[in-house]
Each structure stands twice: as structure tokens, then as C-alpha cells.
């Protein structure tokens, strides 16, 4: 893993899973290299917490209680300061459909679970354009 340079802010990444476990690892995993913010569904005013937070990636699931994350994504690509934000979903469906629907909602990447956490980190550097 690249070492981050002292003084250098550091990357804003949201992250929406409704599995506690998964949310809890995520979050622990991404935490030594950026800022995470960690929610378990889509809140109802996501636009308004995606620009209060500015994150600079975020990583949606797509089966979330509420709002799934093609919906959530959406609502983000709506807002005028969210709509350029990378988001990268997650998800237990590997058919081309769900694929097709990611790309099609403005999403930037699409990784299946299971997943290993170096391969979601490289995927979010990549967006980020970020030393690898």
C-alpha cells in the first residue's frame, strides 16, 4: 500500500452497505488510507449529505433497504455538486443486466462480492487517479 505524504489531505470516501460486518470491515480496511463515512442505508436527503460530506468516491450497494443504490446514485447524479463524484457499486449480482444498469445510473465501476478489499482499495485509487 502507498504510504500517504505528511501534510497532504487525506481522500473522502462514503460508503453505503447495509451488512454490519461488511460495513464495519470496509470501513476499518479503507480507514488507514482515507476519511470513510460509513452509513448503513441511503438517507433521505443523500444529496444533502453527499455535499455536506464532499467525498471524493463513493462505494453504494445495490441491495439496500429504502432506496437502492441505483436509485440512491441517481438522486446523487441530480445534485449539482455531486454529480461528478465517482461511485463504484457493490453487489451479490454478477448478471449483465445489473452491470448494464450501473453504467446506465452514472456509476463509475461495478465489483462483485464476494470481494477482497485490496482489489475495491485499487479500484478506488484508480478513480482517484491516485499513486498505485
Request: charged share 30%; aromatic share 4%; glycine share 8%.
Amino acid at each position: 500500500m502507498t504510504k500517504r505524504k505528511v501534510g497532504l489531505p487525506r481522500a473522502k470516501v462514503v460508503i453505503i452497505e447495509d451488512d454490519a460486518a461488511l460495513r464495519e470491515s470496509l470501513e476499518k480496511n479503507l480507514a488507514r488510507r482515507f476519511d470513510v463515512t460509513a452509513l448503513s442505508s441511503g438517507e433521505d436527503d443523500i444529496v444533502g449529505l453527499v455535499d455536506s460530506v464532499a467525498p471524493d468516491i463513493l462505494v453504494l450497494d445495490v441491495n439496500l433497504p429504502g432506496p437502492d443504490g441505483f436509485e440512491l446514485c441517481r438522486r446523487i447524479r441530480g445534485g449539482a455538486e455531486s454529480k461528478e463524484i465517482p461511485v463504484i457499486f457493490m453487489t451479490a449480482r454478477s448478471d449483465d443486466e445489473s452491470f448494464v444498469k450501473s453504467l446506465d445510473v452514472g456509476g463509475s465501476s461495478y465489483i462483485a462480492k464476494p470481494f477482497r478489499v485490496d482489489e475495491l482499495l485499487l479500484r478506488i485509487e484508480s478513480l482517484l487517479g491516485l499513486p498505485i
